[in-house]
């Protein structure tokens, strides 16, 4: 059985006060990443049809679309698994670090979607590669 941890109520040393200044940024930063993000999904959604007939040149144009958009969904399905997952970790080790750690991640993945080729290259180098990744 698990046991609960006794936690001691927050008093006002706990409480970080942050200027205005600095609050002003913050939410300018994360409104800008934001922004770039949802840009990010609009720009799939319009070229979606493209990259099925990139990606799945033998599939029936209806399913070069599903597939696409299938794709499409996985950051969706995956983020609330990663935010508990990587949350956990920072919250043990420290935001900061973490969040070092995703972007070097995410900087490595970026870059080994961009070496996978379209299906016409080489049997052995087509879509199987994104699975790799």
């Not at 199987?128 to 990744?133: K, Q």
């Given at each position: 059985?698990?046991?609960?941890?006794?936690?001691?109520?927050?008093?006002?040393?706990?409480?970080?006060?942050?200027?205005?200044?600095?609050?002003?940024?913050?939410?300018?930063?994360?409104?800008?990443?934001?922004?770039?993000?949802?840009?990010?999904?609009?720009?799939?959604?319009?070229?979606?049809?493209?990259?099925?007939?990139?990606?799945?040149?033998?599939?029936?144009?209806?399913?070069?679309?599903?597939?696409?958009?299938?794709t499409?969904?996985?950051?969706?399905?995956?983020?609330?698994?990663?935010?508990?997952?990587?949350?956990?970790?920072?919250?043990?080790?420290?935001?900061?670090?973490?969040?070092?750690?995703?972007?070097?991640?995410?900087?490595?993945?970026?870059f080994?979607?961009?070496?996978?080729?379209?299906?016409?290259?080489?049997?052995?180098?087509?879509p199987?590669?994104?699975?790799?990744?």
């Open positions: 059985m698990l046991k609960r941890k006794k936690v001691k109520p927050i008093t006002l040393r706990d409480v970080t006060i942050i200027d205005d200044g600095k609050l002003k940024k913050a939410i300018t930063a994360a409104s800008l990443g934001n922004a770039m993000e949802w840009f990010d999904f609009g720009v799939y959604g319009f070229v979606a049809y493209a990259l099925g007939k990139v990606f799945f040149p033998g599939a029936d144009p209806s399913v070069q679309m599903i597939a696409a958009l299938g499409f969904s996985v950051p969706f399905l995956i983020r609330p698994l990663g935010g508990l997952f990587f949350g956990m970790l920072g919250d043990k080790y420290g935001r900061q670090k973490i969040l070092a750690i995703t972007i070097v991640i995410m900087s490595i993945s970026t080994c979607i961009g070496l996978i080729p379209v299906v016409r290259v080489d049997w052995y180098l087509g199987d590669s994104a699975a790799a990744v």
